[in-house]
C-alpha cells in the first residue's frame, strides 16, 4: 500500500486555497484563531470583523471540497465587555447565505480544562465543532467511530417491554424515536455528538494545540484510506499526522514559517501509522431520565 501523501504548505491559506483544484477535498478539519485570541501567535481578528474576514475564505473551502464532502469548524464564542460576542452565530447564519448547509454541531467537552475563578461565569469546558455540507447526501462512515454498548445493557435489554418491541416516538414531537429490540445482542452502539476528549497537554509550541483524536475521529467518521483531508489553519500539525497515520492524504496551510518548519521536522518522525484514538474507550451511558 502506498504512502499517504502529506503536504505542509506555507502561505496566507486566502492565497494558497486558490491554488488547490476545484472539488478534490473530502474532509476540511481546522481551526482558525478565534477573534481577537492568538494575537502573539497571527495577530489577532477583532470580533465585529470576523464574519468579514472569513467568508472568503469560507468561499474557497466550498470551491475545493467534493459534493459528497464536509467541512468541520472548531470554533468558540470569546467574552467581550462581559458577555459573549455573537459572531460565531453571525458567521452561521452568513455561511448558510453562501450556500453551505449547517448540518449539526458537535461539543468538544475538554475533561481536563484548567480549573479557575471568575467573578461572572464558570470554568469553560467546551467547544463547538460545527458540521457543514454542500449537500444534503454527504459520505459519512458512522460504523468506524461505533462504541462498546456498557454495562447498562446488561438489564436493560434482558427484560424488554411492549413498548421497547416497537419504534416509540418521541413525545416531544421531534421526528425522532427508538427501538430499543434493535440493540439486542450487539457488542457496539453510535456515539452521541459530545466527544468527551482531553485537550493537548503537550502542546508542540503551539499556542492552541488540539488533541489528536479530535481531528481523527472526524478523518474517521468521513473520510476512508486514500481520500483527502485539508487543515488550511494547520498551526503545529495535527489534523496532518492524524491523516498520516490513519493513511489518509493530507494538505496542511499555514502563514507562520516556524510551524511550518516544525510540522515538516515533526513529519519526518512519524512511524508506520497505528493510532489509538482513546487510551481507554469509555461506553456508552444512556442519558438517565429525570
Known amino acids: 500500500m502506498n504512502e499517504p501523501i502529506i503536504r505542509p504548505l506555507l502561505g496566507d491559506c486566502r492565497e494558497v486555497l486558490r491554488t488547490l483544484d476545484d472539488e478534490s477535498i473530502d474532509l476540511i478539519v481546522t481551526s482558525p484563531p478565534y477573534a481577537d485570541q492568538r494575537k502573539n501567535t497571527y495577530g489577532g481578528i477583532h470580533p465585529d470583523d470576523y464574519v468579514a474576514w472569513f467568508l472568503p475564505i469560507a468561499a474557497e473551502l466550498q470551491r475545493v471540497l467534493k459534493p459528497t464532502g464536509t467541512f468541520i469548524l472548531n470554533i468558540k464564542e470569546r467574552v467581550v465587555k462581559g458577555e459573549r460576542h455573537t459572531y460565531v452565530l453571525e458567521l452561521i447564519l452568513a455561511m448558510r447565505r453562501q450556500g453551505w448547509l449547517w448540518t449539526e454541531e458537535f461539543i468538544w467537552h475538554k475533561k481536563n480544562s484548567y480549573p479557575g475563578k471568575w467573578p461572572n461565569r464558570f470554568r469553560d469546558a467546551w467547544e463547538r465543532l460545527l458540521q457543514f455540507n454542500k449537500q444534503r447526501q454527504f459520505h459519512m462512515y458512522q460504523e468506524a467511530v461505533m462504541v462498546p454498548m456498557g ?10 417491554s411492549d413498548t421497547d418491541k416497537i419504534r416509540d416516538e418521541s413525545r416531544a414531537g421531534s421526528g425522532f424515536g427508538k427501538r430499543v429490540a434493535n440493540w439486542v445482542g450487539r457488542e457496539k452502539v453510535y456515539p452521541t455528538n459530545v466527544l468527551h476528549m482531553a485537550t493537548e497537554t503537550r502542546n508542540r509550541n503551539h499556542s492552541a494545540a ?61 512511524q508506520t501509522p497505528q493510532l489509538s484514538l482513546f487510551e481507554a474507550q469509555e461506553a456508552y451511558e444512556p442519558p438517565r431520565p429525570e
Open 210 to 270: 488540539f488533541p489528536e483524536a479530535l481531528p481523527a475521529w472526524f478523518i474517521k467518521l468521513f473520510t476512508q484510506e486514500g481520500d483527502w483531508v485539508l487543515d488550511p489553519f494547520m498551526g503545529s500539525g495535527t489534523t496532518l499526522r492524524a491523516a498520516y497515520r490513519l493513511r489518509r492524504n493530507a494538505i496542511g496551510i499555514d502563514i507562520m514559517e516556524t510551524y511550518y518548519e516544525q510540522v515538516k521536522a515533526s513529519l519526518k518522525d512519524l
Open 151 to 160: 454495562d447498562w445493557a446488561r438489564k436493560r435489554l434482558k427484560n424488554l
